[in-house]
Protein backbone atom coordinates (compact mmCIF):
# COMPACT_ATOMS: atom_id res chain seq x y z
CA UNK A 1 0.00 0.00 0.00
CA UNK A 2 1.10 3.27 -0.45
CA UNK A 3 1.67 6.17 2.20
CA UNK A 4 3.52 8.09 4.27
CA UNK A 5 5.86 6.95 7.06
CA UNK A 6 6.65 8.59 9.97
CA UNK A 7 9.31 7.66 12.40
CA UNK A 8 9.49 7.70 15.12
CA UNK A 9 6.13 7.99 16.62
CA UNK A 10 7.43 9.34 19.95
CA UNK A 11 10.54 11.25 20.48
CA UNK A 12 12.49 12.94 23.71
CA UNK A 13 15.03 15.67 23.55
CA UNK A 14 17.56 16.59 25.84
CA UNK A 15 18.27 20.01 26.06
CA UNK A 16 20.87 21.20 23.62
CA UNK A 17 20.30 18.25 21.13
CA UNK A 18 19.95 17.63 17.85
CA UNK A 19 17.13 15.26 16.31
CA UNK A 20 15.96 14.03 13.47
CA UNK A 21 12.58 12.92 12.11
CA UNK A 22 12.03 10.50 9.50
CA UNK A 23 9.49 11.37 6.67
CA UNK A 24 9.20 8.35 3.51
CA UNK A 25 6.73 8.48 1.12
CA UNK A 26 6.23 5.73 -1.44
CA UNK A 27 3.89 7.58 -3.62
CA UNK A 28 5.78 9.25 -5.69
CA UNK A 29 4.63 12.59 -4.90
CA UNK A 30 7.14 15.43 -5.91
CA UNK A 31 6.35 17.73 -3.44
CA UNK A 32 6.76 17.20 0.40
CA UNK A 33 5.92 19.33 3.50
CA UNK A 34 7.06 19.62 7.14
CA UNK A 35 4.33 21.13 9.74
CA UNK A 36 4.04 22.07 13.49
CA UNK A 37 1.11 21.66 15.17
CA UNK A 38 0.39 22.69 18.75
CA UNK A 39 -2.31 22.01 21.05
CA UNK A 40 -5.31 23.63 19.76
CA UNK A 41 -3.86 25.21 16.92
CA UNK A 42 -3.74 25.06 13.24
CA UNK A 43 -1.08 23.27 11.38
CA UNK A 44 2.09 25.70 10.50
CA UNK A 45 4.41 24.88 7.61
CA UNK A 46 8.10 24.51 8.70
CA UNK A 47 9.47 23.81 5.19
CA UNK A 48 8.44 22.46 2.02
CA UNK A 49 10.20 20.82 -0.80
CA UNK A 50 8.78 20.31 -4.95
CA UNK A 51 12.04 18.44 -5.92
CA UNK A 52 15.38 16.47 -5.03
CA UNK A 53 17.85 18.64 -4.07
CA UNK A 54 15.58 22.03 -3.53
CA UNK A 55 13.54 23.26 -0.45
CA UNK A 56 11.98 26.02 0.50
CA UNK A 57 11.54 27.96 4.07
CA UNK A 58 7.69 28.04 5.18
CA UNK A 59 6.83 30.74 8.12
CA UNK A 60 8.55 29.16 11.08
CA UNK A 61 11.67 27.40 9.51
CA UNK A 62 13.88 28.90 12.51
CA UNK A 63 16.20 25.96 14.32
CA UNK A 64 15.10 23.53 12.02
CA UNK A 65 16.67 22.13 8.91
CA UNK A 66 15.68 19.88 5.91
CA UNK A 67 17.16 17.94 3.37
CA UNK A 68 15.87 15.88 0.33
CA UNK A 69 18.68 13.88 -1.28
CA UNK A 70 15.76 11.29 -2.57
CA UNK A 71 12.18 12.09 -3.74
CA UNK A 72 11.00 9.53 -1.62
CA UNK A 73 12.83 11.26 2.07
CA UNK A 74 12.39 14.47 3.42
CA UNK A 75 14.02 14.20 7.18
CA UNK A 76 13.53 17.07 9.70
CA UNK A 77 16.36 18.14 12.03
CA UNK A 78 14.76 19.65 15.23
CA UNK A 79 18.54 21.51 16.30
CA UNK A 80 19.24 23.01 19.52
CA UNK A 81 18.49 26.38 18.37
CA UNK A 82 14.69 25.58 18.13
CA UNK A 83 13.92 27.02 21.92
CA UNK A 84 10.71 25.48 22.35
CA UNK A 85 10.43 22.07 20.04
CA UNK A 86 7.51 20.61 21.86
CA UNK A 87 5.17 19.73 19.38
CA UNK A 88 3.31 17.27 17.17
CA UNK A 89 5.24 17.11 13.57
CA UNK A 90 3.19 16.30 10.24
CA UNK A 91 5.10 15.50 7.43
CA UNK A 92 2.94 15.42 4.06
CA UNK A 93 3.33 14.94 0.40
CA UNK A 94 1.32 16.09 -2.47
CA UNK A 95 0.98 15.66 -6.36
CA UNK A 96 2.34 19.15 -7.61
CA UNK A 97 -0.64 21.03 -8.88
CA UNK A 98 -0.65 21.06 -12.99
CA UNK A 99 -3.35 22.12 -15.86
CA UNK A 100 -5.41 23.75 -13.39
CA UNK A 101 -5.81 19.77 -11.53
CA UNK A 102 -5.31 20.14 -7.76
CA UNK A 103 -4.73 17.79 -5.31
CA UNK A 104 -4.92 16.97 -1.66
CA UNK A 105 -2.44 16.16 0.43
CA UNK A 106 -1.64 12.66 2.46
CA UNK A 107 -0.26 12.97 5.96
CA UNK A 108 1.88 10.65 7.57
CA UNK A 109 0.63 9.38 11.58
CA UNK A 110 3.14 12.28 12.78
CA UNK A 111 6.06 12.92 15.40
CA UNK A 112 5.34 13.76 18.90
CA UNK A 113 8.42 15.63 20.01
CA UNK A 114 9.43 16.09 23.85
CA UNK A 115 11.81 18.05 25.32
CA UNK A 116 13.10 16.99 28.54
CA UNK B 1 -2.17 36.33 8.07
CA UNK B 2 -3.88 34.39 5.50
CA UNK B 3 -5.21 31.80 7.99
CA UNK B 4 -8.59 30.40 7.57
CA UNK B 5 -10.73 30.82 10.37
CA UNK B 6 -13.12 27.88 11.39
CA UNK B 7 -16.08 27.97 12.91
CA UNK B 8 -17.39 26.90 15.63
CA UNK B 9 -14.02 25.82 17.86
CA UNK B 10 -16.18 23.30 19.01
CA UNK B 11 -19.06 21.18 18.55
CA UNK B 12 -21.20 18.83 19.91
CA UNK B 13 -23.78 16.34 18.89
CA UNK B 14 -25.97 13.31 19.26
CA UNK B 15 -25.37 10.85 16.73
CA UNK B 16 -27.66 10.49 14.13
CA UNK B 17 -27.48 14.47 14.28
CA UNK B 18 -26.16 16.74 11.24
CA UNK B 19 -23.28 18.74 11.56
CA UNK B 20 -21.84 21.94 10.43
CA UNK B 21 -18.91 23.45 10.55
CA UNK B 22 -17.99 27.09 8.74
CA UNK B 23 -14.72 27.85 7.29
CA UNK B 24 -14.38 31.90 6.09
CA UNK B 25 -11.19 33.19 5.15
CA UNK B 26 -9.59 36.22 3.15
CA UNK B 27 -8.20 37.03 -0.25
CA UNK B 28 -9.42 34.81 -3.61
CA UNK B 29 -8.47 31.24 -3.01
CA UNK B 30 -7.40 28.55 -6.25
CA UNK B 31 -9.33 25.65 -4.03
CA UNK B 32 -10.54 25.04 -0.53
CA UNK B 33 -10.00 21.51 0.99
CA UNK B 34 -11.30 19.95 4.18
CA UNK B 35 -9.42 17.34 6.59
CA UNK B 36 -9.94 15.56 9.57
CA UNK B 37 -7.67 14.35 12.03
CA UNK B 38 -8.52 11.82 14.68
CA UNK B 39 -6.81 12.69 18.54
CA UNK B 40 -3.12 12.16 18.23
CA UNK B 41 -3.28 11.32 14.11
CA UNK B 42 -2.40 12.85 10.62
CA UNK B 43 -4.35 14.57 8.58
CA UNK B 44 -7.07 12.82 6.62
CA UNK B 45 -8.57 14.31 3.29
CA UNK B 46 -11.48 14.88 2.88
CA UNK B 47 -12.43 16.43 -0.16
CA UNK B 48 -11.22 19.28 -2.43
CA UNK B 49 -13.73 22.15 -3.86
CA UNK B 50 -12.30 24.33 -6.77
CA UNK B 51 -12.74 28.09 -6.65
CA UNK B 52 -15.45 27.98 -9.56
CA UNK B 53 -17.80 25.03 -7.72
CA UNK B 54 -20.26 25.78 -5.44
CA UNK B 55 -21.00 22.60 -4.33
CA UNK B 56 -19.53 19.18 -3.53
CA UNK B 57 -20.38 15.88 -1.80
CA UNK B 58 -18.77 12.79 -0.78
CA UNK B 59 -21.16 10.20 0.84
CA UNK B 60 -22.35 11.93 3.86
CA UNK B 61 -20.27 15.07 3.19
CA UNK B 62 -21.64 18.03 1.69
CA UNK B 63 -19.19 21.27 1.50
CA UNK B 64 -19.91 24.32 -0.30
CA UNK B 65 -18.50 26.91 -1.17
CA UNK B 66 -19.32 31.22 -1.45
CA UNK B 67 -16.03 33.19 -2.74
CA UNK B 68 -18.45 36.31 -2.51
CA UNK B 69 -18.23 35.63 1.22
CA UNK B 70 -14.39 34.33 1.40
CA UNK B 71 -16.25 31.27 3.11
CA UNK B 72 -17.43 27.12 2.86
CA UNK B 73 -19.21 25.29 4.93
CA UNK B 74 -18.62 21.60 5.89
CA UNK B 75 -22.12 19.57 6.48
CA UNK B 76 -21.68 15.96 7.92
CA UNK B 77 -25.38 14.39 7.65
CA UNK B 78 -26.55 11.47 10.16
CA UNK B 79 -23.35 11.83 12.37
CA UNK B 80 -21.83 8.55 13.96
CA UNK B 81 -19.68 8.32 16.93
CA UNK B 82 -17.04 7.56 14.60
CA UNK B 83 -16.86 10.98 12.92
CA UNK B 84 -15.45 12.36 16.52
CA UNK B 85 -12.48 14.30 15.41
CA UNK B 86 -11.19 18.06 14.70
CA UNK B 87 -11.84 18.78 11.01
CA UNK B 88 -9.62 21.60 9.46
CA UNK B 89 -9.99 23.51 6.51
CA UNK B 90 -7.16 24.19 4.38
CA UNK B 91 -6.93 26.90 1.30
CA UNK B 92 -4.72 26.96 -2.01
CA UNK B 93 -3.91 30.77 -2.49
CA UNK B 94 -1.69 29.77 -5.44
CA UNK B 95 1.50 31.32 -3.67
CA UNK B 96 4.79 30.25 -3.23
CA UNK B 97 4.99 29.45 0.71
CA UNK B 98 4.05 25.59 0.29
CA UNK B 99 0.47 25.32 -1.00
CA UNK B 100 -1.96 24.50 1.81
CA UNK B 101 -3.05 27.60 4.61
CA UNK B 102 -4.45 25.59 7.67
CA UNK B 103 -7.16 26.78 10.24
CA UNK B 104 -7.00 25.85 13.52
CA UNK B 105 -10.16 23.55 13.28
CA UNK B 106 -13.21 22.52 14.67
CA UNK B 107 -13.19 19.69 17.56
CA UNK B 108 -16.52 17.48 16.73
CA UNK B 109 -17.49 15.33 19.41
CA UNK B 110 -20.52 13.06 18.60
CA UNK B 111 -22.53 11.34 21.88
CA UNK B 112 -23.64 8.00 21.03
Known amino acids: DGGITQSPKYLFRKEGQNVTLSCEQN?????MYWYRQDPGQGLRLIYY???????QKGDIAEGYSVSREKKESFPLTVTSAQKNPTAFYLC???????????????FGSGTRLTVV | SQQGEEDPQALSIQEGENATMNCSYK?????LQWYRQNSGRGLVHLIL?????REKHSGRLRVTLDTSKKSSSLLITASRAADTASYFC????????????FGKGTKLSVKP
Open chain 1, 49 to 55: SQIVNDF
Open chain 2, 90 to 101: ATDYGGSQGNLI
Open chain 1, 92 to 106: ASSIIPRQGKYYGYT
Open chain 1, 27 to 31: LNHDA
Open chain 2, 27 to 31: TSINN
Open chain 2, 49 to 53: IRSNE
